[in-house]
């Protein structure tokens, strides 16, 4: 009867979808959890690594982890360049951080103002994320007129030069980009990263950050943050002109159709939130 009575229960869990012991571990492949320690260690590591780098971080012997690496760069997961021997994300990797990025709210309600804006203003127009080297560039959209200056999507905007990378340090807590910050200047000191510190209060202030004719020689840009209900960066957005062709005042037509799409995209996100929180 006992033994009915046991049966019994699993099976009614089973109907319901709940597994017999919620603590159990499910069965797994070993060496594919092997391999994602070389991955994630690439990952952490936010640069191309050697192997003998990339063994030691994920534990392993380099003879073994050498064996991973051929079967990883066989799936595309990873490629190695030819001159330097090192290691960095293939294009299935590529292709699978764009699946998810796709699937991320702010980036789809972005797309279709960001076109928008294209189209309206005339300059080019970008979206940039948070990426393992700083803001990388995820959209662009070209000018109709012909821009000399070498943006595209994978492009890492630098912290302190652009207007991109200013916005980005602005909006994200200091633990985050200061390290990124100290490697692209390794000899700044104590009293610049303060004066940096200091001119991104000003950002916050503004909402709108500018560079004119930096670090593009001729090229000017604005750049606004778009933030969720809870305060968070989730994109950057940037519209980038010639200098003397492009309004880069604080009021300007540019300035005010940039920030009126990140407030679009900023509304959208906040509807979304409010209706997964709202009980069914």
């Given at each position: 009867m006992a033994r009915g009575k046991a049966t019994g229960a699993a099976g009614k869990a089973e109907q319901e979808g709940k597994p017999e012991k919620a603590d159990k571990a499910q069965r797994g492949i070993q060496s594919v959890e092997v391999g994602g320690r070389l991955l994630a260690a690439l990952a952490a590591a936010r640069v191309p690594m050697p192997l003998a780098a990339l063994a030691e971080a994920a534990q392993l012997a380099p003879a073994q982890a050498h064996a991973y690496l051929v079967s990883l760069t066989r799936l595309g997961l990873l490629k190695r360049d030819h001159v330097s021997g090192r290691y960095e994300p293939g294009p299935l990797s590529l292709q699978l951080g764009m699946l998810r990025l796709e699937q991320d709210p702010a980036y789809r309600a972005a797309l279709p103002r960001v076109d928008a804006l294209a189209r309206s203003s005339g300059f080019s127009v970008a979206i940039s994320i948070a990426g393992p080297q700083g803001p990388t560039i995820v959209r662009y959209v070209p000018a109709s007129a012909?821009?000399?200056?070498?943006?595209?999507?994978?492009?890492?905007?630098?912290?302190?030069?652009?207007?991109?990378?200013?916005?980005?340090?602005?909006?994200?807590?200091?633990?985050?980009?200061?390290?990124?910050?100290?490697?692209?200047?390794?000899?700044?000191?104590?009293?610049?990263?303060?004066?940096?510190?200091?001119?991104?209060?000003?950002?916050?202030?503004?909402?709108?950050?500018?560079?004119?004719?930096?670090?593009?020689?001729?090229?000017?840009?604005?750049?606004?943050?778009?933030?969720?209900?809870?305060?968070?960066?989730?994109?950057?957005?940037?519209?980038?002109?010639?200098?003397?062709?492009?309004?880069v005042d604080w009021n300007g037509t540019a300035a005010r159709a940039l920030l009126a799409a990140a407030a679009d995209i900023a509304a959208i996100l906040s509807a979304e939130g409010e209706e997964e929180e709202s009980p069914a």
């Open positions: 012909p821009l000399h200056v070498n943006l595209h999507v994978g492009t890492v905007m630098a912290l302190a030069a652009t207007a991109t990378g200013r916005v980005y340090c602005a909006f994200r807590p200091p633990a985050q980009w200061q390290p990124l910050w100290r490697t692209q200047q390794p000899d700044a000191t104590d009293a610049q990263l303060a004066d940096f510190s200091a001119a991104l209060e000003e950002i916050r202030e503004r909402g709108i950050e500018r560079s004119i004719d930096t670090p593009s020689p001729a090229v000017s840009s604005l750049g606004v943050p778009v933030l969720d209900a809870a305060g968070t960066l989730r994109l950057v957005l940037t519209l980038v002109g010639s200098t003397g062709a492009i309004d």
